[in-house]
Nanobody, 123 residues
Framework: QVQLVESGGGLVQAGGSLRLSCAAS????????MGWFRQAPGKEREFISR?????????YADSAVKGRFTISRDGAKSTVFLQMNSLKPEDTARYYC???????????????WGQGTQVTVSS
């Protein structure tokens, strides 16, 4: 049974940083892509970044997060991270990690999802 568990969210002031973690179990880590998405109230789920777990190849959304957020992985611990710097109030959302065995930035392509972790950025 595949399980993804996010952690690291919380309340932070604008300009601050957070590092989200996503611990994966039940899947062959190296065969998958892991993505980070976020969803704010009343908005659609938004792609942030993905990483190919076999070699660490990454892609980021062409949005305001580029240059501020960094995705990485620790294969030994089957964990993916999202380092978020220079946070802004508009980054407030629930952040999800997801796993897919094909390359995509679309949420529907991801087969497994975590429960999400809330990030709130105060001004």
């Amino acid at each position: 049974q595949v399980q993804l568990v996010e952690s690291g969210g919380g309340l932070v002031q604008a300009g601050g940083s957070l590092r989200l973690s996503c611990a994966a179990s039940g899947l062959t880590f190296s065969n998958y892509y892991m993505g980070w998405f976020r969803q704010a109230p009343g908005k659609e789920r938004e792609f942030i970044s993905r990483i190919r777990l076999s070699d660490g190849w990454t892609r980021y959304a062409d949005s305001a997060v580029k240059g501020r957020f960094t995705i990485s992985r620790d294969g030994a611990k089957s964990t993916v991270f999202l380092q978020m710097n220079s946070l802004k109030p508009e980054d407030t959302a629930r952040y999800y990690c997801a796993a897919a065995n094909r390359i995509s930035t679309m949420a529907y392509a991801y087969d497994y999802w975590g429960q999400g972790t809330q990030v709130t950025v105060s001004s």
